[in-house]
Structures are given as structure tokens and as C-alpha cells.
């Protein structure tokens, strides 16, 4: 079994930087706040999926989604008669969000555990990737981000398969992250009750591939990288 962990980088060593609009400025616990490229970046690439808000028929939808990065671009993409596709094709502000968990922190009273996490939170109005070229492209780059080299060993895309996918982009000039590090934050005059405190780390980690049935290669498992 295969596992990567990143360790959330510290406080005095992200850059310096405050926020892109004053939308974004983290208001409750700011000194968690992260506003600099390089932190947004390294969580977006870390994340799984994320979770696309919008407002559909006045209602507020969250839909659970697979993301990728591409320079200062956010990535995502689905079935072309997904309800949320064509709502951000057609040009609805979005808030999309991506969250690492990687501890429970257990304190001496319920009032103060807590997770150790890394989240994004970005904002902004996303456009659809019609090109042909440039579709392919995107996802070729949302393939290679997880597992290196496998699109130069699948079969092409057919014209039917990309007019059957929507892929939607968005800039990433609005944007905050907020991390949480370290262990249980007691009051002095909890720090003798008699229960066990601290942190138990969460990583994600790859099992044992399992191949397909019908499979009858000899070919070994690509390899899977980016975990957190």
C-alpha cells in the first residue's frame, strides 16, 4: 500500500500577501489566512474534488465535482445535459471550494476539538472550453495531473464522447485559503483534566489496485500521484 502525505506548509513560511478583493478577506480568525499563489495552488492541486456553489432557479446548489489546475486557471468539467454545467456555461457567478483534512484534534473539553485542515475558497464567473483542441488539451492536463504519461496510452476521444462533455474554466484572481495546524487549544485550567489530547493525523492513501475483469494484459497499474 502506497501513501503521500504533505505536511500543511507554516504560517512563516507563506508569502506575505493580502487579499484579492475585500469579498475575500478572512474575517474570523484572519491569521489563518492565506491569500499567495503558491499556497491556493498547492491545495487546489492536493484536493481530490471540490464542491461547485451556485444559484439555480433561486435555489443554492453545491454539487460535488472532480477539479484541476492549470496556471492561474481552475479547471472542471462533466456531462454536457449536467443542470450545473449548463448553468455556469451559461455565465452564473460560482463559489468553489476544496478542503484537505488532515487531523482530528482532540482537546480536553468538546467546546475545543477541532480538525486540522487546508482549505480554498475561490470565486468568480466561469466559460466553457468549446474548441475541440483546446477541450482535449484540458483534459488531457486533468488526466496527467493524477497519472502521469497514461493519455499517450489510451484510446482518443471520439467527436461524439467530447460533445457529450462540457469543460468550464475560471480564473483564479478572487481567492483565500485557510489553514488550521497544530494541536488542542485548552484553557490553562483544562490542562490537568485526566483524558487523552492531541492530534490523530489523517493522510489519503491508494490501496491494491484491482483490475478489471476483462482485462487480460500484463501491463503493471499506472502510477498515482498528488495525494495528500
Not at 476539538?113 to 475561490?122: F, G, L, P, V
Not at 480564473?171 to 490523530?200: C, Q
Request: glycine content about 8%; charged content about 20%.
Amino acid at each position: 500500500m502506497v501513501t503521500s502525505s504533505k505536511a500543511p506548509a507554516g504560517a512563516a513560511g507563506r508569502r506575505a500577501s493580502g487579499p484579492s478583493s475585500a469579498f475575500t478577506r478572512l474575517r474570523r480568525l484572519p491569521k489563518r489566512g492565506a491569500y499567495d499563489p503558491a499556497t491556493l495552488y498547492a491545495i487546489l492541486d492536493a484536493a481530490t474534488h471540490c464542491h461547485v456553489a451556485h444559484v439555480v432557479d433561486g435555489r443554492p446548489v453545491a454539487t460535488p465535482t472532480l477539479h484541476w489546475r492549470r496556471g492561474e486557471r481552475l479547471y472542471w468539467h462533466g456531462s454536457a445535459a449536467s443542470r450545473m454545467l449548463k448553468t455556469n456555461a451559461a455565465g452564473g457567478a460560482v463559489c468553489v471550494t476544496a478542503t484537505l483534512i488532515d487531523g482530528f484534534v482532540l482537546a480536553r473539553s468538546g467546546f475545543n476539538h477541532s480538525i486540522n485542515y487546508r482549505s480554498a475558497m475561490c470565486f468568480g464567473t466561469p466559460s466553457e472550453i468549446t474548441e475541440p483542441a483546446a477541450k482535449i488539451e484540458a483534459l488531457q492536463h486533468f488526466l496527467e495531473h493524477w497519472f502521469p504519461g497514461r493519455w499517450a496510452t489510451l484510446r482518443p476521444p471520439t467527436r461524439k464522447e467530447l460533445a457529450a462533455t462540457r469543460v468550464l474554466s475560471m480564473p483564479l484572481t478572487e481567492a483565500s485559503a485557510k489553514i488550521r495546524e497544530g494541536g488542542p487549544h485548552d484553557p490553562p485550567a483544562d490542562v490537568s483534566w485526566p483524558t487523552w489530547a492531541g492530534v490523530m493525523p489523517l493522510t489519503t492513501r491508494v490501496g491494491v489496485p484491482v483490475a478489471a475483469e476483462d482485462y487480460h494484459g500484463t501491463l503493471p497499474p499506472p502510477r498515482l500521484v498528488g495525494l495528500y
